[in-house]
């Protein structure tokens, strides 16, 4: 998969030539990605990243916008936890295909998120960063290949 220069005013639907229809079901996470579809992609919250991400939905498109935004903030948070938009990044970056400058910027994320989250209060160190820490692993071990 190649990453591309993001055109923010264009939707997904627009970059991928794809119109879903409407949702057939009516989870969140269905009609949140159908919803988001339509969406000039300069418009998307970090909770639709994080949901798009999470889903390997327009990753070559989505995935730039989202380290973008985690250089602002390493601990930008969706709807559930700060981090959890990280997360999602992390489990994508791994099968993205980012270049080595886009690689290195994800590295000084994660050096950034984790002297953050050392600060953070320990009921969010317990609960949250376990899993966050797995995909820290998993993309390490992933990058060194």
Same mark, same amino acid.
Request: glycine share 4%.
């Given at each position: 998969m190649k990453l591309v220069n993001v055109e923010v005013d264009k939707t997904l639907e627009e970059l991928e030539g794809e119109n879903w229809g409407e949702?057939?079901?009516?989870?969140?996470? &269905?009609?949140?990605?159908? @919803? /988001?579809?339509?969406?000039? *992609?300069?418009? +998307?919250?970090?909770?639709? $990243?994080? &949901?798009a991400l999470g889903q @390997? /939905?327009?990753?070559?498109? *989505?995935?730039? +916008?989202?380290?973008?935004? $985690?250089?602002?903030?390493?601990?930008?948070?969706?709807d559930f936890y700060q981090g959890d938009l990280l997360k999602n990044v992390l489990?994508?970056?791994?099968?993205?295909?980012?270049?080595e400058d886009r690689l290195r910027d994800l590295d000084a994320v994660v050096e950034r998120f984790m002297?953050?989250?050392?600060?953070?209060?320990?009921?969010?160190?317990?609960?949250?960063l376990p899993g966050i820490a797995e995909a820290?692993?998993?993309?390490?071990?992933?990058r060194k290949k």
């Open positions: 949702p057939t079901l009516p989870s969140y996470v &269905v009609t949140t990605c159908h @919803r /988001m579809r339509r969406k000039p *992609l300069r418009e +998307l919250s970090t909770e639709e $990243l994080r &949901v @390997r /939905m327009g990753i070559r498109f *989505l995935l730039p +916008l989202a380290l973008n935004q $985690l250089q602002l903030d390493p601990l930008a948070q969706g489990t994508a970056a791994t099968s993205a295909g980012l270049g002297d953050a989250a050392r600060r953070l209060d320990e009921t969010w160190r317990e609960t949250c820290v692993e998993h993309y390490r071990a992933h």
